[in-house]
């Protein structure tokens, strides 16, 4: 997948995010060494580069949390509103590793 691609994609999470601000949806997120952490709450703000959540903890607190879109598209971070997932892979023929490298190497010649 090329960078013009994905860069396409990510401005596609971006603006369908939007649409979804003030909604309640559910995150998924996976943070390595087998650790995967479910959260629910209302999608905030989106943001250039990145969105954030307040998300519902133990005795009625909240919390905020922020999740990058390159998270989105590489399946890290997964969101679902009512059992529906919003997104679908978007990540098939390229390994996480290999778009990792490709994002890394945008950075530099930014």
Do not use: C, W
Not at 25 to 40: D, F, H, T
Not at 74 to 87: A, Y
């Amino acid at each position: 997948m090329d960078l013009a691609k994905q860069a396409k994609i990510v401005d596609s999470i971006h603006d369908t995010l939007d649409d979804f601000v003030g909604q309640r949806l559910k995150v998924r997120a996976n943070m390595g060494r087998s650790k995967i952490v479910e959260s629910e709450g209302v999608l905030t703000q989106v943001h250039p580069r990145l969105f954030i959540m307040e998300v519902d903890r133990k005795r009625g607190r909240k919390a905020r949390q922020s999740y990058q879109y390159v998270d989105v598209l590489t399946g890290t971070v997964e969101l679902s509103q009512n059992g529906e997932p919003l997104f679908g892979a978007f990540v098939e023929d390229m390994s996480v590793e290999e778009f990792t490298l490709t994002v890394e190497s945008e950075r530099v010649l930014a």
